[in-house]
């Protein structure tokens, strides 16, 4: 059976159609047609299989033949005909796996594959409310080249955007990595986004990106596949990937900064509504009487733990300068104030969290943003509000942890967010080296 799964797998055009003058001719055409589609299936599904197999490797990071097997349901013989395709491409590389059990043991190492880094880049673009981020990676995440500007990004998005272009353009230079071998960009941006259009589409919160088709103007400018997506969405994607969430199939994240964002990772996948908005958790009204947020409604929790709101109960005994790294890093000493108010964020947090715990029922809640360096000072408070406020179940299992990747998360998310979408571009690229 293997020989036939071989057989089978390395059927080409030519093969097939050699057996149709064997058939009657009044018939001939008919099966001509049938030899045709044949062809055609077989073309399809070796194709289905080896993004079957691509999608192992990059999901695993790295993986035996005999695993890829497992998890695609693949005969072996099947998957190292299609691992050989993926490595003539340039596409996955092999190398011994030193550390394993065949080698503790004195046995022949196994061969690990994994997405040669080098067979694409990828461009992850983060317009913070102040700033633009840009970085260059390999397949692997490794940053190849980064660097920022300062700009106003809320309130001039073109400036944004052409600023962004630049940083791309030179990064790319620095790198060295070949145009025709960029995956495409990832975005990531501190605003609601509709997945569908890629625009942003809550204009009191960045009134100047509302008319801005972001992921076309970008695709024209760079000449690449383009995606956007809320900062607080690919954060939570970054923790899930590379940082505090790595092996935790559902997890709810997050972001405690200036503005408040969450995101949620469901069975593994990053998870966002019907338009894409789901998880935005800082425009939860937690008192009617409160504030007016920049959303249009009153008493959000952004009103209440985001930093702007946390240093004005400060500023009176701590100066009109007050900033929220002065904050964490004063509470961290023992200043009184400064621990109040954030153990009181903490606490706001978590009862606000325990309503999205009870709904989701994550394993894991990372804390990501400025506010998550305050460490215990504030996560703390937050895993007793949660456990106060959530049905006990759901409490007793969840574990609550500061992000590790810092401010360093969206942009990951961003470029992880491409490196995730790069089978079919990887696959098609395939295709056209088996065809030369």
């Keep these: 059976m293997a020989n036939v799964g ?6 080409d055009r030519t093969s097939a159609i050699q057996e149709i003058p064997h058939v009657d001719s009044g018939r001939s055409e008919n099966a001509r047609g049938a030899a ?12 289905l299989n080896r993004l079957k197999v691509l999608e192992a490797v990059r999901e ?3 993986v035996t033949r005999a695993q890829i097997a497992q998890v695609t349901g693949l005969a072996r013989s099947t998957v190292s005909t299609l691992v050989a ?19 503790a043991s004195g046995g022949r190492p196994p061969l690990l594959l994994s997405l040669d880094p080098g067979a694409g880049a990828v461009i992850g673009i983060q317009f913070g409310h102040e700033f633009v981020r840009v970085a260059i990676a390999d397949l692997s995440l490794s940053i190849l080249a980064e660097g920022a500007v300062v700009r106003d990004v809320d309130h001039d998005a073109l400036l944004g955007l052409e600023s962004a272009a630049e940083l791309v353009s030179g990064l790319i230079d620095e790198a060295g990595v070949d145009r025709d071998r960029l995956i495409g960009a990832g975005v990531a941006v501190s605003g609601p986004v509709d997945r569908s259009t890629g625009r942003v589409v809550a204009e009191t919160i960045l009134p100047g990106w509302v008319e801005i088709e972001t992921a076309r103007w970008l695709s024209e400018r760079l000449e690449v ?6 900062d607080a969405n690919l954060g939570a994607l970054a923790e899930s990937v590379l940082g505090a969430g790595r092996g935790a199939s559902e997890m709810a994240y997050v972001m405690l900064s200036s503005g408040i964002g ?15 908005m789901a998880g935005e958790i800082g425009h939860v009204s937690v008192d009617d009487a409160g504030h007016m947020c920049r959303c249009g409604n009153r008493g959000c929790l952004e009103t209440v733990v985001g930093a702007a709101a946390l240093t004005e109960l400060l500023r009176r005994s701590h100066g009109a300068d007050f900033t929220i790294e002065a904050m964490i890093a004063q509470a961290r000493r023992g200043d009184p104030g ?9 606490e706001a947090v978590g009862r606000v969290g325990a309503a999205l715990c009870n709904q989701f029922n994550p394993e894991r809640f990372v804390v990501g943003g400025e506010l998550a360096l305050a460490g215990d000072l504030l996560l ?16 007793e299992e969840l574990t609550v942890v500061a992000g590790a990747l810092g401010d360093r998360a969206e942009l990951m998310g961003a470029l992880a967010l491409v490196v995730g979408q790069s089978e079919q571009v990887l696959s098609d690229r395939v295709v056209a080296a088996a065809g030369r």
């Design 85 to 103: 395709e993926l490595q003539r491409a340039r596409l996955v590389v092999e190398r011994e796996d030193v550390q394993g059990e065949s080698a």
């Design 225 to 230: 596949r383009v995606e956007v997506d809320n």
């Design 380 to 395: 703390d408070p937050m895993r007793e509000s949660i456990r106060r406020y959530a049905i006990p179940a759901v409490a």
């Design 338 to 346: 400064c621990r109040r108010v954030v153990a009181d964020a903490g």
């Design 262 to 276: 969450g995101g949620l990772i469901l069975e593994g996948r990053l998870y966002r509504g019907a338009r894409g």
């Design 6 to 11: 071989v057989c089978l797998s390395s059927l």
């Design 36 to 47: 045709r589609t044949r062809v055609g299936a077989l073309g399809s599904l070796r194709e």
């Design 60 to 62: 695993h990071g790295t």
